[in-house]
């Protein structure tokens, strides 16, 4: 069973530039979630979907965040415009009721 | 939002011997998970155990919901264990602890 897919691996970028992240679930999986993990930290959730609908993005920086999951199956995250703060690993999950993670994107703003 | 606790925040070993982590959660939840995330930075699911005892290898874990607490028990490490491990609790949504970071000596 293949598992939950992510790209880029590594991504570098000035503050203000623009990036995004996809995120290819176990195929099944209802559920999408994106986190984000600060070095030394547990990973954060900031948006969880149940297939393409929303469930839980409060710990969302909508200013500069968005997450959109089309069609329930893939998803992309965008920070627009990055700030220094934003480095971080981001991390995609799927699940029905474990949770599964992929190998996560290393984001550096410099 | 739910307050989770891990303890302790670090423990060495020597490759053989046996541990105890511990997770504590401040509300009752329905779901909790441990997680291992190896040096690599990959997590990897442990257990799905929201309440009861499981075990999987030299890994066991138990959860009792009702005194907001879980173990996770490591016998005979290995060097392999080493990482972090990360207890998760929610209802519709995970929060998870600051982890536990392993290090097994051979």
């Known amino acids: 069973e293949a598992g939950v897919a992510q790209s880029p691996r590594y991504k570098i970028i000035e503050k203000r530039q623009s990036v995004a992240f996809w995120c290819n679930p176990i195929?099944?999986?209802?559920?999408l979630y994106w986190y984000q993990q600060i070095l030394g930290q547990g990973p954060k959730l900031l948006i969880q979907?149940?297939?393409?609908?929303?469930?839980?993005d409060s710990q969302l920086p909508k200013d500069r965040f968005s997450a959109e999951r089309l069609k329930g199956v893939d998803s992309t995250l965008k920070i627009q415009p990055a700030k220094l703060e934003d480095s971080a690993v981001y991390l995609c999950?799927?699940?029905?009721?474990?949770?599964?993670f992929g190998p996560g994107t290393r984001l550096t703003v410099t | 939002g739910i307050q989770v606790e891990q303890s302790p925040p670090d423990l060495i070993l020597q490759e053989g011997a046996n541990s105890t982590l511990r997770c504590n959660f401040s509300?009752?939840?329905?779901?909790l998970q441990w997680f291992h995330q190896n040096p690599w930075g990959q997590l990897i699911n442990l257990f799905y155990?929201?309440?009861g005892t499981k075990q999987n290898g030299r890994l066991s874990a138990t959860t009792v919901a009702t005194e907001r607490y879980s173990l996770l028990y490591i016998s005979s490490s290995q060097t392999t264990d080493s990482g972090v491990y990360f207890c998760?609790?929610?209802?519709?949504?995970?929060?998870f602890g600051a982890g536990t970071t392993v290090t097994v000596r051979a």
């Open positions: 155990i929201p309440s």
């Open positions: 998760a609790v929610g209802v519709y949504k995970l929060s």
């Open positions: 195929s099944g999986h209802a559920t």
């Open positions: 999950a799927s699940s029905e009721l474990k949770q599964y």
């Open positions: 979907f149940q297939n393409n609908g929303v469930v839980d």
């Open positions: 509300d009752s939840v329905n779901n």
